[in-house]
């Protein structure tokens, strides 16, 4: 991708309508070798992107699901310990060879630590996600999903990654990308990040979008349903978003609430369809009491 606009046309092959911003973060991430730290509420996108970002770009996604207690065993690597233990037990006979000969017990223990050294290489090695995107001999698109969830010291343990794309192996030392991944990492702002982690990123914030784009991402993901639905649909959810709620409706709960709607055969939006399916706009029942003796205000107001 050699644009902004190659940026834009990829992504929008994968059904992804973004905005300016996002294309341009995309492609200076692509063209510095820089990660990018999408920020935002849930429902937004941001995982979605770097799906798109990834079909577009032919690469595989590589995808770490974050959590508390997250360690490096579940993120980079862990030892094939089943395999070792078949190793064991297939050279235990062959113990007396490797041994005989040995003039003391230093020189048997020196042979020893020879086949404990072959039983921590690369071929007992089980890559997890981390390592798996910078061992990728074509590149990758890296999605950490959600640091936000995982602690500060696993945050702190991706520095050296998100700085160099390099990891440091005790038994077998650094280990470098020759094609640096895109790494995408997500937050829901459920706590705050440290500065360290984000010197090392480029920042892009998903919101929600304005009722254009809103319009533009629904016609593209449910593309059957009629203009002016779509445009009274996104408009109410657009006010919807002005009150006082808990939890706002993000565009994939519109996406859904569009999908129900033509499947529902509803070519008109009133307070009585809307009344049936609120449940799929707002997901916590104090915002739907909120939200049902303001219909009649909200619909009214639609063009």
Known sequence: MHSIEDVEAGLATQHYVCSRQIATAVFLALKLRKPILVEGPAGVGKTELARA?????????????????????????????????????????????????????????????????????????EPRPLLRALLQPGGAVLLIDEIDKADDAFEAFLLELLAEYRITIPELGTIAAEIPPLVILTSNNTRDLGDALRRRCLH?????????????????????????????????????????LRKLPSVSETIDWARALLLLNIAELDASVVRDTLNLLLKIEADIEIALPRLGELLRTLP
């Open 53 to 125: 970002t990834a079909q577009a770009l032919n690469l595989e996604l590589i995808r770490l699901q974050c959590y508390e207690g997250l360690d490096e065993s579940k993120a980079l690597y862990e030892w094939k310990y089943g395999k070792q233990l078949l190793y064991t037990q297939l050279l235990r006979d062959r113990l007396g060879e490797t041994l005989s000969g040995s003039n003391n017990f230093s020189e048997a223990l020196t042979r020893l630590a020879g086949i404990d050294d072959i039983f921590f290489s690369r071929d007992f090695l």
């Open 204 to 244: 892009l914030h998903i919101g929600f979008p304005d009722a254009r784009l809103e319009e533009k991402i629904i016609a593209t993901r449910v593309p059957e349903i009629e203009a002016l639905l779509r445009r009274r649909l996104v408009g109410f959810v657009q006010r919807l978003r002005g009150l006082d």
